[in-house]
């Protein structure tokens, strides 16, 4: 199933829900469900970070088609090319430096410079610790 197939797929069960739920409370479900996935990616079984993904990007799918978004079209306008800021295939901006969280400000310094002791880090392939638990 493509993309769009999917999103056709999501407002045939779901659209009418989405519809009288709107926009707001369906994005606000979408923000709840990336939050799950973070938390499975810190604790979670690979089945359930399997269902956490797949559920966000549901909620991803019902949000933008409340919004008037097709998403197959906009990753092609955006992805199709190659790297939206490099233009490159694969990517070759620069790479953040290790133990940076720019989405986390303040929880981890930027580089150059060191994860202070009581931090942690997460590489998302390792199944490692997450990020501090005051997040």
């Known amino acids: 199933m493509d993309v769009r197939e999917f999103q056709r797929w999501m407002e045939e069960r779901y ?11 369906t994005l606000c479900w ?18 359930q ?4 993904f797949a559920d966000a990007f549901a909620w991803l799918v019902s949000t933008a088609s409340l919004a008037g978004i097709d998403v ?10 190659g ?12 790479v953040l430096c290790p133990g940076t969280v720019p989405a986390c400000p303040g929880t981890v310094p930027a580089c150059p410079g060191t994860v202070p002791k009581n931090s ?4 998302p392939g390792s199944g490692s610790a997450g990020p501090p638990a005051s997040l």
């Open 120 to 123: 942690q880090t997460h590489d």
């Open 30 to 47: 979408f923000v709840e469900e990336v939050g799950e996935v973070s938390q499975a990616l810190r604790k979670g079984t690979r089945e």
């Open 15 to 25: 659209g009418e829900r989405d519809r009288a739920r709107g926009l707001h409370a």
């Open 72 to 81: 197959q079209s906009a990753l092609e306008k955006h992805y199709a090319a």
């Open 83 to 94: 790297c939206p800021k490099c233009g490159g295939i694969p990517c070759v901006c620069p």
């Open 49 to 52: 970070q399997e269902h956490e």
